[in-house]
């Protein structure tokens, strides 16, 4: 039995759970299933299953081996569309990571995007962490702001304009700023990517190059909940992307400042790593997304 054959219908058992209903929904006979789980085991030197009479269950390496099944199956069928004439739809599974607040964007929108494929399957990983995509297993991976140099290949899907927001509660103790000057009597929540690190300061465009001004800050944090959170406590004042604010900009929770003082917008990149082709699931989502 060819390989890919042999590894499609260990995915049906294994999702299944039965070597009978993989043969069922297979139209093969059970034999023919047993054989060809066993023929895997066999070559992989690894039990991929554990059988009892009642139910069949994966191993921890017949997880692993799952899990790569799904994505080399899934690949195969879209290296097989690329010569048909007629659009196929597209299998398998697109794991993304992107910033916890960019999640909160996207996932309302997941229900329009995955009715339009309904044959995709979604791994969202949400963290501040900046991931190795790579070495991690992703597809693809969202990326706020200016990216470092790096071997990945990167498709700009627009940018986040930035405002500079505080609470009623903050304004009341420490007032309004009405220029930059004013800024030395005020706090500013720090955010860095790692503690430790140094934030820049208040940051702004002066219509030709960012500038930065060095401001006090009771709190330095390095998540865009615990920034957003610090914000609506009353410590300080923070410069984020507007669109993940509009709720509590609407409800007055918080209230933009020195709106003539806003820092650069910010750009929003997708994230591959470089092959000759771009997949077409990656390509979907970055057309989808990028709207």
Known sequence: MH??????IFVRVAELGSF??????LGLPKA?????????ESSHGTQLLHRTTRKVQMTQDG????????DLLADM????????????????RLRVDMPTGVAKIIIPRLPEFLRAHPHLEIELSSTDRRVDLVREGFDCVLRIGVLDDSSLIARPLGHFRLINCASPAYLATYGTP????????????????TLGGKSLGWEYFDGATNRFIDMPGAI?????ESYQASCLAGLGIIQVPAIGLLPFLESGELIEVLPEFRAA?????LLYAHRRNLSQRVKVLWIGWGR
């Open 63 to 70: 997880l692993a081996f799952y899990e790569r099944c799904k």
């Open 265 to 269: 917008p910010m750009p929003v990149s």
């Open 77 to 92: 069928d879209e290296l097989t569309a690329m010569f048909q004439q007629a659009p196929q739809a597209l299998r398998g």
């Open 178 to 193: 009405r220029n930059l000057d004013d800024l030395a009597q005020h706090q500013l929540i720090h955010y860095v990517n």
């Open 3 to 8: 390989r890919l054959e042999a590894m499609r």
């Open 32 to 40: 023919s299933v047993s054989t060809a789980v066993q023929q895997l």
């Open 20 to 25: 009978t209903r993989a043969a069922e929904n």
């Open 220 to 224: 330095t944090v390095n998540s865009a």
